[in-house]
């Protein structure tokens, strides 16, 4: 088996890449056919956990470059058996084509800590050698592992999805390309090029992508895509038959302005575009510091009925809040520094002080105990906004597993959540525990969920209603029983979503090109 490999591509980051390929995964499963995604590199702090390469394939010829031993043993290989990880857009991909997660559907995944630089995860495990690396120098020693990914999925499947990344015609990084055209050619893709005709320019967007690629590249495109378009499309002529005649290659789909898919956003917060469906019931405000990750989990918030989510970045905008939730970060004391900065300090505690609910996930939680402990440089030491009694101390080796666990006995607007099973994952640098000297005052922290959920006790300053709530499990948000319990209600399942996009591409693309694009 050789899958026929169908890649898309754009013309600029957030032109819809990651959705339309979300989209054709779901298609083609539906069609019958064995498929997976791949994406060679992605940069989001968006990540999953998945199951990691098998001890025989990633050791057989030693351990890989610039791997750390595990915590508890010299053995590296004893680290693959707690996960791996991969960006959020393919592990999604990747349900939406009915296959198993896995890390060579996304072999590099960067993962910034500041403007130049990027924890760099191969294979879903950290490679401090790599992270170190300068950028252009990364392709000549990640592209062998990438190939080897991309073909071992091509030997599995029937049809193999790939996208690619920001735009394929960046002339500067052409020469050290490892995620676009070097993937087409390597897979002689059937190309689509997509673009943001809301932002304007669509079409000088297209002929300028396609006039600054080699000539042996311009043939690998076979279609061109206008995304989030509004209004009548007949309007848009002759233009789509002039780019034809200019480089030969047909508009192939108009697709409308379509908000409200369900898919979560990999590399932004909605804002404005964020409303609640019905009658405002609970307004839950969500702190964007600049390192947030794992925004995704918090998608079916926003198709919870009557709730409204507000990405909150001053405090101003947690004003009326009902919740306030420190979300993940990638750089957990610089975010804190930010959120200081901000004022937001205050809001968190002034509204936990006067009942209100606060949760802090993962980074979150960390920022909400009394101190962030760095004996290892790899994020800074800090001092927590005060609102559990705990302490985070950073350490080498990073956790990355699946969890599933049963919440015990929570007080305050959290009770509803007692008893209840609960699954997500963790990724997350350090351990957090009982601060010692405020645990001797009688100042305690009431493990709720074992290893990964606490609240204060009553005899805790900002917590005595047992309105605060810290968690290290990603996806809460993401399971229906949470969901049911603290809202009488649930979102649609992601299967939901993955049909809905297929429905939508196949009614908007142009009869028989999506079935013509995987023909042998």
């Known amino acids: ?80 058996s707690v996960g791996a990880e991969i960006g959020s857009a393919q592990y999604f991909q990747s349900l939406a084509a009915n296959a198993e997660p896995d890390v060579r559907m996304n072999p590099l995944l960067l993962k910034p800590e500041a403007d130049t630089r990027s924890q760099v995860v191969l294979l879903g495990q950290v490679n401090l050698t790599l992270s170190d690396m300068p950028w252009r120098g990364r392709s000549l020693h990640v592209w062998p592992e990438i190939a080897a990914a991309l073909d071992a999925l091509r030997a599995e499947n029937d049809v193999v999805v790939i996208e690619g990344a920001g735009s394929p015609a960046e002339i500067n990084l052409h020469g050290s390309d490892i995620v ?34 080699p000539a042996d590249e311009q043939t690998l495109i076979r279609g061109f895509v206008l995304n989030k378009f509004r209004g009548d499309a007949s309007l848009l002529a002759p233009a789509p038959q002039m780019l034809q005649d200019l480089t030969g290659i047909p508009t192939v789909a108009t697709l409308p302005m379509w908000w409200q898919h369900g898919l979560p956003e990999e590399d932004g917060v909605f804002d404005d575009k964020t409303r609640a469906s019905g009658a405002v019931q609970k307004t839950i405000a969500v702190i964007a510091y600049p390192r947030i990750s794992n925004l995704d989990e918090f998608q079916p918030l926003k198709n919870v009925p009557g709730v409204r989510l507000v990405w909150a970045r001053t405090p101003a905008e947690c004003v009326g809040a009902d919740w306030i939730v420190l979300p993940g970060s ?11 900065a901000q004022g937001l300090d205050r809001a968190v505690t002034d509204h936990a002080a006067a009942g209100g609910a606060v949760m802090g996930v993962c980074g979150g939680l960390q920022m909400l105990g009394e101190a962030l402990i760095d004996p290892h440089q790899i994020d800074g030491n800090a001092p927590g906004l005060g609102l559990l009694p705990l302490v985070t101390q950073f350490e080498l080796q990073k956790t990355v597993r699946h969890a599933q666990s049963r919440f015990g006995t929570l007080s305050g607007p959290w009770a509803a959540l007692s008893g209840v099973e609960v699954t997500g994952y963790e990724i997350h640098h350090g351990h957090t525990s009982q601060h010692p000297a405020m645990a001797a005052g009688g100042q305690l922290a009431v493990e709720v969920l074992p290893g990964l959920a606490w609240q204060a006790d009553n005899g805790c300053e900002g917590g005595n209603k047992g309105n605060v709530l810290g968690v290290y499990l990603h996806g809460l948000f993401e399971d229906p029983r949470v969901l049911q319990a603290l809202f009488g209600a649930t979102a649609p399942n992601m299967d939901h979503v993955f049909d809905g996009l297929a429905d939508f591409i196949e009614t908007h693309f142009d009869a028989g090109v999506l079935d013509q694009l995987v023909k042998p």
């Open 330 to 340: 990638k750089a957990t004391a610089a975010d804190l520094e930010w959120l200081r």
């Open 180 to 213: 676009n055209m070097r993937v087409a050619r390597h897979a002689q893709a059937r190309c689509l090029l997509v673009t943001d005709i809301d932002r304007g320019g669509a079409f000088a967007h297209l002929y300028g992508t396609w006039a600054l690629l």
């Open 1 to 80: 088996m050789t899958a026929v490999c169908v890649m898309v591509l754009g013309t600029t980051s957030g032109a819809g890449k990651s959705w339309v390929t979300t989209a054709l995964c779901r298609y083609y499963a539906r069609q019958g056919l064995k498929v997976a995604p791949f994406k060679a590199q992605n940069m989001s702090n968006n990540a999953r956990v998945v199951k990691g390469p098998t001890v025989e394939d990633r050791f057989a010829a030693g351990p890989p470059q610039g791997e750390t031993a595990p915590q508890g043993g010299s053995d590296p290989r004893q680290r693959w």
